[in-house]
């Protein structure tokens, strides 16, 4: 197979919540750009792609990313059948909208509570924390690697209902730019990723919908009708999943090599001004 420009053929990559959304697309562009992926997510069953003889392998690991020793499972089995690990996204997250104080119905269901709250972090925080941890573990071994952290606009921006998930993404922002200064020295890139509105995806629940929609005081059908709306975003339109996936991709080849520590936001041009 000749190589591509990006060069990840034969590359190990693991990458977190790869079984829906941006993830998903993350795993396919890695597959057709012939990279052997490794796909850590919740679901029961393994995820389907498309792959063909050029593409790279696939094999999929059950795993709860706030689970260090379900995490550490993950790496073996990855190192097992692979040999190796070259690049780490950590892309699992989970968004549960919730209000600091609902006001008019004080302790509903939409109020935010130590449950929820230790539910998102444990996820979009610490599973971070543990992945890359037990991940670099195996990279300082022979002085190279990339992880590659998801981030969300909202982190760099905040979001109305939704003050913990857009928290814990800017200490994943915060992560990147520290783990940068330690982890530069020893060889390994740290970057970041911050989608914007992006086109919709299965993740986009009813469930989700109601709560983010109550938190804002507004109805679901207006809800929907504002993720139509582009007049915030200078491209005029919502971004692709395959957008997220391409740029990944960059900035885990050698192509990036001098892009280190930075956050890069996937939203259209879109910010508060």
């Not at 069953?45 to 094999?59: C, E, H, Q, R, V």
């Not at 992560?175 to 982890?183: G, Y």
């Not at 983010?212 to 919502?238: C, F, H, M, N, Q």
């Amino acid at each position: 197979m000749d190589k591509s420009w990006l060069e990840l053929e034969n590359k190990t990559v693991i990458v977190t919540g790869g079984a829906s959304g941006i993830g998903k697309a993350v795993v396919q562009e890695f597959l057709d750009n012939g990279a052997n992926v490794v796909v850590g997510d919740m679901n029961s069953t393994a995820p389907k792609f498309d792959i063909s003889d050029n593409s790279g392998k696939m094999l999929y690991v059950k795993t709860d990313v706030s689970s260090a020793d379900s995490v550490n499972e993950m790496v073996e089995k990855a190192k097992e059948t692979y040999g190796k690990i070259d690049v780490l996204v950590n892309n699992a997250g989970i968004n549960i909208p919730r209000l600091l104080m609902d006001d008019k119905e004080p302790h509903s269901k939409y109020e935010l509570d130590e449950v929820i709250f230790d539910k998102i972090v444990n996820v979009n925080q610490k599973g971070v924390f543990f992945c890359t941890q037990a991940v670099v573990r195996e990279m300082v071994k022979v002085g190279t690697g990339v992880i590659i952290n998801m981030s969300s606009e909202s982190g760099l921006e905040g979001s109305e209902g939704q003050s913990i998930y857009a928290a814990t993404k800017n200490a994943v922002n915060s992560f990147t730019r520290s783990w940068a200064k330690e982890l530069g020295k020893k060889g390994i890139r740290i970057v970041g990723a911050a989608p914007g509105i992006l086109e919709a995806t299965g993740l986009r629940t009813i469930e989700y919908e109601t709560a983010l929609a109550y938190t804002r005081g507004i109805t679901v059908e207006d809800l929907r009708a504002g993720y139509s709306k582009t007049s915030t975003i200078p491209l005029g339109r919502s971004g692709k999943l395959t957008e997220v996936a391409n740029l990944v991709c960059f900035l885990a080849s050698n192509r990036a090599n001098y892009i280190h520590g930075v956050t890069y936001n996937v939203a259209g041009g879109k910010t508060r001004g």
